[in-house]
Every structure is written in structure tokens, then in C-alpha cells.
């Protein structure tokens, strides 16, 4: 039998491919390899499959499955799901987001939601024309992403095709070329307006609006292509109801899940590869003709023996709440249900996000912490148990942005504190009651609240630097050394396909499918 958080060893010596990590593009790479008739093994450190896109119960004696490290799907192409046969329902969210303020000493906020959103612009800066500029701007992000997502899953195009696909240049300016920065000064005026477009651009990424490197602009761009809209839509049941069905689809086309098996060493001449792994029972090896790396470059690079990437640093502050209700609103023309189901942005204004950067590349936390919180249960209550259903209860979740490893390095347990107080501190200042005042509580009668810095994130999931990403997005067109689908690497039998793969990223499973098909030859 094997030891407790090992599923049996592997049933054969040699496999067609072996896939190392069941995070979610190893289990969408381990699938299409299995549908396409290949044998394949995966091997998963963990004692569960999933990886980052997990739903848990992180709070103890309460019934309420969050979705603890990863939250919405927008990059996700539906054609993967259809392949898979992956019955997954995402909802669209009715509210795009809120962002409050206070303006000549009144509580107010912009909320974009459908045909509110105009009358919630001219409330805020009293005439339209912000509101105008707003609908210019995403239209023309829109037309990118309808030209741009679709290529996501094919070969890589040149730069000049992708170019040439878009066929506007000044959308190619705009987005490729110039710091967003720019656009956005020069599209609207007010600093809140601003501050909610640059956001796009800095999640999960330490970076200025000016940055000459254009690490804002890689992110900016994949938060706005995903689904050809730029929506972001949430996954009923939770992002765990996503990788448990990927699992499944995956098992039922014949793959082998090993979890509670740790990859230790990868050997390869090219043509066929050796993977020696490690389980609580001792060590073992298979033997593959490919091997697919579901884990970051750097632990590629590990265990391949090789050289490593630049390291990667993180930038997140991720907190998980259960509240017994939802705190009430300083601003008395939006409802708490509108204002949380959508992004709740909180200190986000234009000039207070380069101010946070600023604090924080000078190694000081950010005295005004910017985040992003989210509601999964108003948009799908099914996380919850019948009666914190019933009884009103709510998930929250936070994402805060520019706190980059280095701020927790020397006293890890105090920064995150500190941290994470100021942050809620930011947010209680646009509340009618402390948010405290709403946390619910665990069996042992402890705060129903969870914080995990990039050092957290590292440690329990092996990102490196707690970096989401895996490092650095890149464009999605082809460079000296991309390869045909940007998940070759210098060995013919060995594919990246997880998030560090060219146009990796976010829950998409983009590099997963881009993987297989590097392998299949297609």
C-alpha cells in the first residue's frame, strides 16, 4: 500500500509522456495527450491535484470552500473545455467594478456596471466626457482582444503578423510600443478614472505606469484580451470545480495522477528522457519519450541541471475572509451586493498607486495599501454551506498590490501584519462599520481571516519568489528563441507547459494545450 498522500506508483516503467505538476495546465496537457491515445504519467508533489487553481476549506469547522490562491477565469479559451468535454458553468459578473472616494467631503465612488455606469461617471466628475473617453478607450481594447485571443492557442505569430492582425496602429502604440502611461493620461483627466484603468496593468506585477521595460503593458494586455472581451468571469463551484473536472477528464482518457509524487531529476538525450521522482515510500524512476514541466522555469532548470533564469520576485498580498454579512457602504448611492460583486478597488487612485510603488521599491510597505477585493458567493453562493447561506454570510477576498518579497525579508510575521492592517485600515475608511465588526468566526473562536505574502506562496506552492506569473509575461508573438509554440526548450523531448511558458499566465490553460500540441507535432 502506498504511505499516507501517495496515490499508488506508477503502473509501467515507460511512458509515452510523462507530465511533471497537476496544477491546471498539467492536468489540460496530460489530457489532450491521453485523448490522443499517448500513455501518460503526471506526477504531482502535492497530495491533491490542482495546484494554484484550488478550492479549500481554510478555516476550521466552517463549511465555506474558497478559492484560496486563484479566483477568476478570463483567459480560459472555451474550445479547451469543449475538447475535454469540461461541463463547467462561468458566470458573467453584473458589475464590473467599484471604486470609492470622497469628493469635497462626501462619500462617493465610480461604479461600472452596464447601463449604470454613465450615471455613476457623471456623478463623479459631473459631465460625460470622462465617460466618453472611458467607451473609446475599451473599444479599442476590445478589437485587440477579438484579434489577439484567438492566437493564444495557435503557433506563435511573428510580431509583424500580430501587427498586421490588429490593423490599428495606434492601438499597436498604444499597447505594445509606448509605457500605458501614456494612453491613459492622455485619454482622461481624472486621477480615479486613471488609477482604475492602470490596475489592469499591476496585478501580480511590480511595475510604474512609465516603466520603460513595459512589464505593466504585458500584464495590462492579458488582462484585457481574455475571451476576446476582457471579461473576467467567475467559475460556480469554486476554482476547485475547474481542476477537479480537468482531473477527471484526464483519468477517464487514461492518464495515470500520481500525487504525493515529488519529480527530483529530469535526463534526457533528446529522445528519450529519464524522471526520477521521490514518495514517502523511497524513490523510483519512469522512463518517457517527452516530458512536459506543468512547474515554473526555474524548477525546469533544476531539474535539468541547468543554468537558471533571472529570479523571479512576487508582489501580492492575498487574503481570504468569510464574513457574517456584508459591511455596509459609506456611499449612500450604491449597494454593498453591487459594490462587492464586482472589483472593489481600494486606494487605487492614480497618484496613489505611483506613490505605492514608489514607497515600496525604496524598501518601505506602502503607508496607503492598494487592493482588490472580490465576492465569489454573491455571484455563487454554492461555495457556502446551506446554512452560512442561508444566514447571510459572504466570502472576501483580497488581492493587494505593489508588496513586493523584498518588504517581508526581514521580518516576515510584522511586515505582513502591518501590511495587511493598513490595507484594511484603507478599506474601513469607505465603510459605514469596521469590517472586523463582520468577520466571522472558526470553531476555535479565531477571526475567519488568512494572509499569504510571496514568501507564503513560494513555500506552499513553489512559485518562485511567490511570483504568480512564474517571472515576467511576454508579448504573444515569436522571438529569436521562442520555438513554434513558446514552450520548447533546448531539449527536443522537453516542453514548459506551465504558467512560464509564452503566453502563460493566469487560469487559462493556454500553455497546457500549446504543450500537447508541441508534443503531438501538430
Known sequence: MPAPGAT??????????????????????????????????????????????????????????????????????????????????????????????????????????????????????????????????????????????????????????????????????????????????????????????????????????????????????????????????????????????????????GAELATGHEALAVETDGRTAEVRFRTPDGEGTVTADQVLVGASPHVLADLLGAEPPPPAEGAQLKVNMLLTRLPRLRDPHVDPRDAFAGTFHIAEGYGQLAAAHAQAAAGKLPAAPPSEIYCHSLSDPSVLGPDLAASGHHTLTLFGLHAPARLFDADHDTARDALLAAALAELDDHLAEPLADCLARDVDGRPCIEAKTPQDIARDLRMPGGHIFHGGLAFPYATEDSGRWGVETAHPNVFLCGAGAMRGGGVSGVPGHNAAMAALGR
Open 8 to 253: 499508488p506508483a506508477p503502473t509501467r516503467a515507460a511512458y509515452d509522456a510523462v507530465v511533471i505538476g497537476g496544477g491546471h495546465n498539467g492536468l489540460v496537457a496530460a489530457a489532450y495527450l491521453a485523448r490522443a491515445g499517448r500513455s501518460v504519467l503526471l506526477l504531482e508533489r502535492l497530495d491533491t491535484t490542482g495546484g494554484a487553481a484550488v478550492s479549500t476549506r481554510p478555516f476550521a469547522g466552517v463549511d465555506a470552500r474558497l478559492s484560496r490562491y486563484s479566483y477568476l477565469v478570463s483567459l480560459l479559451p472555451r474550445h479547451i473545455l469543449r475538447d475535454l468535454g469540461i461541463d463547467l458553468t462561468l458566470r458573467r459578473r453584473e458589475v464590473s467594478s467599484y471604486t470609492p472616494t470622497t469628493r469635497s467631503g462626501r462619500p462617493t465612488g465610480l461604479l461600472v456596471a452596464g447601463d449604470r455606469t454613465r450615471e455613476s461617471f457623471a456623478r463623479l466628475t459631473g459631465s460625460d466626457r470622462e465617460f466618453d473617453a472611458w467607451q473609446r478607450f475599451y473599444a479599442t481594447t476590445r478589437h485587440v482582444a477579438g484579434r489577439v485571443f484567438p492566437t493564444l492557442t495557435e503557433p506563435l505569430p511573428t510580431r509583424a503578423a500580430l501587427r498586421a492582425r490588429i490593423g490599428d496602429d495606434d492601438a499597436w502604440r498604444t499597447l505594445f510600443e509606448e509605457p500605458i502611461g501614456r494612453a491613459i493620461e492622455a485619454h482622461f483627466d481624472d486621477d480615479l478614472v486613471r488609477g482604475v484603468v492602470l490596475t489592469d496593468a499591476l496585478i501580480g506585477t511590480f511595475a510604474d505606469a512609465h516603466d520603460p521595460g513595459l512589464a505593466q503593458n504585458r500584464c495590462f494586455l492579458y488582462h484585457v484580451i481574455g475571451g476576446g472581451t476582457g471579461d473576467w468571469d467567475v467559475p460556480v463551484g469554486g476554482m476547485g470545480a475547474l481542476t477537479d473536472a480537468l482531473a477527471t477528464a484526464a483519468r477517464t482518457a
